[in-house]
């Protein structure tokens, strides 16, 4: 079915908000921004054509209230809710509260949401499609005693994953036999108290990994994968570096693992843009499916650069009911490209945020430099959201090419008034081994910020 997008409610905040709206700039849509009192003189907001206040600066009384966003939609009678990341973007019935009210919601249907989000499910798919995945249990484990018969089976060590958690959250890495029944205890009450599900799903764990994810595009009747992002460079599972290609993938390995990531989107009939996360065993050559993302993602950019298809442009196309107009032959990957993520925090007292005014900004330019931002000299962080200010991308013709861009672009950024994870990736360009590409996802916490 095919609905013309003329105005579109840009449902998020921050840079992915001026994302958003720049992409419906150049696709002749109105934007409407929704924001709080803390966002009140935001740059989305000078961008959008028009703008509405949903409430006061906790996110559970704006951003991630559904009602009031569909009621903002409504009364600007929009066509369209862009969810960006985070928030709502992967809350299955906000897609559902869209559409029961008429409204395209720019993403996958509320099903695949639901089945992409519960990671036992999304397993079982993955492994019904073909999608290779790590030995472990079918889908959730019944009890202490099931998780400890799939843990003896697959051997030590293994990991505990909630169902309901995601990106890291609600996970317990268990080594040993005696510390199962403590770990699952502790693991179950955690996911429960954060998701309010304690569902548990077993698996081996693999030590030393990369995180590879495959960028894909369905319109619901094809899919189309484009290429990988090695998101190795990671804190707590954070992430903080994202680049395409993978130093770690042959021509053969990446065809594989774009192949798998299309099995999977094939068997739900994936509708938008998504990312299936797989971790990468260097050592064996193995990947697994890990999960899938069904949203835009932060690091967006680094393909973008890589391939020049503007993903968010084909996002709300296929939600007007576009066809891809695309064929996997079509889709080149052309040279390097990195992005670093300029968070407001400081690396020298543990990451910690540090919202605030900035008093200067400039950003870097040049050849192969993009950045996505919503700073501006003046601007408030605030306090009540995540810290992100920036992310730089740059592309080279080769890996050098970028990493030389990047610390360039690294050393012309000004931003003052706020600590900043500038300095930190300064040094982690610097640092040999990553500059080799030789890095997986314990490089940060293993020998750099120890
Ligand atoms: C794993 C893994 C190793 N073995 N699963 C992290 C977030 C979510 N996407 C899944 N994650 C992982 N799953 C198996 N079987 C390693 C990760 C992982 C990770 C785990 C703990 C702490 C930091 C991590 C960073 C990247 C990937």
């Known amino acids: 079915m095919s609905k013309p997008i003329?105005?579109?409610?840009?449902?998020?905040?921050?840079?992915?908000?001026?994302?958003?709206?720049?992409?419906?700039?150049?696709?002749?849509?109105?934007?409407?921004?929704?924001?709080?009192?803390?966002?009140?003189?935001?740059?989305?907001?000078?961008?959008?054509?028009?703008?509405?206040?949903?409430?006061?600066?906790?996110?559970?009384?704006?951003?991630?209230?559904?009602?009031?966003?569909?009621?903002?939609?409504?009364?600007?009678?929009?066509?369209?809710?862009?969810?960006?990341?985070g928030f709502l973007s992967e809350r299955a019935s906000f897609a559902e509260l869209c559409e029961h009210n008429g409204l395209i919601f720019?993403?996958?249907?509320?099903?695949?949401?639901?089945?992409?989000?519960?990671?036992?499910?999304?397993?079982?798919?993955?492994?019904?499609?073909?999608?290779?995945?790590?030995?472990?249990?079918?889908?959730?484990?019944?009890?202490?005693?099931?998780?400890?018969?799939?843990?003896?089976?697959?051997?030590?060590?293994?990991?505990?994953?909630?169902?309901?958690?995601?990106?890291?959250?609600?996970?317990?890495?268990?080594?040993?036999?005696?510390?199962?029944?403590?770990a699952y205890n502790e693991a179950t009450r955690e996911a429960k108290s954060a998701f309010g599900d304690d569902a548990m799903y077993v698996e081996k764990y693999l030590t030393r990994i990369r995180h590879i994810e495959i960028q894909v595009l369905g319109d619901g009747v094809d899919v189309l994968h484009f290429?990988?992002?090695?998101?190795?460079?990671?804190?707590?599972?954070?992430?903080?570096?994202?680049?395409?290609?993978s130093p770690a993938l042959t021509t053969e390995l990446r065809a594989r693992l774009g192949e798998a990531a299309l099995l999977l989107c094939r068997q739900v009939g994936y509708r938008s843009a998504g990312t299936i996360e797989f971790i990468f065993d260097e050592q064996s050559g193995q990947f697994y499916f890990m999960e899938m993302n069904t949203r835009i993602q932060v690091e967006h950019p680094v393909t973008e650069m890589v391939t020049g298809v503007d993903l968010v442009k084909s996002q709300i196309r296929i939600a007007a009911g576009e066809p891809l107009g695309l064929l996997q032959q079509d889709i080149r990957m052309h040279g390097h490209a990195i992005e670093c993520r300029i968070n407001a925090e400081d690396p020298d007292r543990d990451f910690m945020p540090c919202p605030g005014r900035?008093?200067?900004?400039?950003?870097?330019?040049?050849?192969?430099?993009?950045?996505?931002?919503?700073?501006?000299?003046?601007?408030v962080v605030p306090p009540y959201y995540d810290s992100l200010l920036a992310k730089i991308i740059c592309w080279?013709?080769?890996?050098?090419?970028?990493?030389?861009?990047?610390?360039?672009?690294?050393?012309?950024?000004v931003i003052e008034g706020v600590r900043t994870t500038a300095g930190f990736h300064r040094k982690l360009l610097s640092h040999e081994q990553f500059r080799l590409g030789n890095f997986h996802t314990r490089y940060v916490q293993e020998g750099f910020l120890s």
């Open 6 to 85: 003329r105005k579109i409610l840009v449902a998020n905040r921050g840079e992915i908000a001026v994302r958003i709206i720049r992409a419906c700039k150049e696709l002749g849509i109105t934007t409407v921004q929704v924001y709080t009192e803390a966002d009140a003189g935001s740059l989305a907001v000078q961008l959008a054509d028009q703008s509405i206040c949903i409430g006061q600066a906790r996110s559970t009384e704006s951003y991630l209230n559904a009602p009031f966003l569909v009621q903002a939609a409504l009364m600007h009678k929009v066509d369209a809710v862009h969810p960006g990341y």
């Open 106 to 182: 720019i993403g996958p249907s509320a099903e695949v949401i639901r089945n992409m989000g519960d990671k036992a499910m999304a397993r079982k798919l993955a492994r019904a499609a073909g999608v290779p995945t790590t030995p472990g249990s079918e889908g959730n484990v019944a009890d202490v005693e099931e998780a400890a018969s799939v843990a003896d089976t697959i051997g030590y060590p293994v990991i505990l994953k909630a169902s309901a958690g995601g990106g890291g959250r609600g996970m317990r890495v268990v080594w040993q036999a005696n510390e199962l029944r403590d």
């Open 227 to 245: 290429g990988e992002r090695d998101c190795s460079i990671q804190r707590r599972n954070q992430k903080l570096v994202e680049e395409s290609p």
């Open 358 to 379: 900035v008093t200067s900004f400039q950003a870097p330019g040049g050849p192969g430099v993009r950045v996505d931002s919503h700073l501006f000299p003046g601007y």
């Open 396 to 413: 080279g013709q080769t890996r050098e090419e970028a990493l030389m861009r990047m610390q360039r672009a690294l050393e012309e950024l």
